[in-house]
């Protein structure tokens, strides 16, 4: 079992490059992939980025790729998302999400954070 934290969140102007972490308890870290997915108001939960148990392949929806870089450091237990140029249309929640297979949607997420607050002003 691993347990997800994020943090990073908050106000930021468009354009701007904010950095989220996702801090996983538990020594098995790294078997997990790990991804993240966002949720709009009004919206359902979408997928945002994933990479692999070792830091591999990592893919990306069509809406963020070119501007986001999903990263991991399996020996601090902790996934990253570094966010450049954002828009208004990145206002959501954000997700830190585990799966001990590929992540392919939201049904393959075995373990969900409690989300962090990302606001982009215009």
């Known amino acids: 079992q691993v347990q997800l934290v994020e943090s990073g969140g908050g106000l930021v102007q468009a354009g701007g490059s904010p950095k989220l972490s996702c801090a996983a308890s538990?020594?098995?870290?790294?078997?997990?992939?790990m991804g993240w997915f966002r949720q709009a108001p009004g919206k359902e939960r979408e997928f945002v980025a994933y990479?692999?148990?070792?830091?591999?392949?990592?893919y990306y929806a069509d809406s963020v790729k070119g501007r986001f870089t999903i990263s991991r450091d399996n020996a601090k237990n902790a996934l990253y998302l570094q966010m450049n140029a954002l828009k208004p249309e990145d206002t959501a929640v954000y997700y830190c999400?585990?799966?001990?297979?590929?992540?392919?949607?939201?049904?393959?997420?075995?373990?969900w954070g409690q989300g962090t607050q990302v606001t982009v002003s215009s």
């Open positions: 999400a585990a799966s001990r297979g590929r992540i392919t949607g939201i049904g393959s997420v075995g373990y």
């Open positions: 990479i692999t148990w070792i830091g591999g392949n990592p």
């Open positions: 538990g020594r098995t870290f790294g078997s997990y992939a």
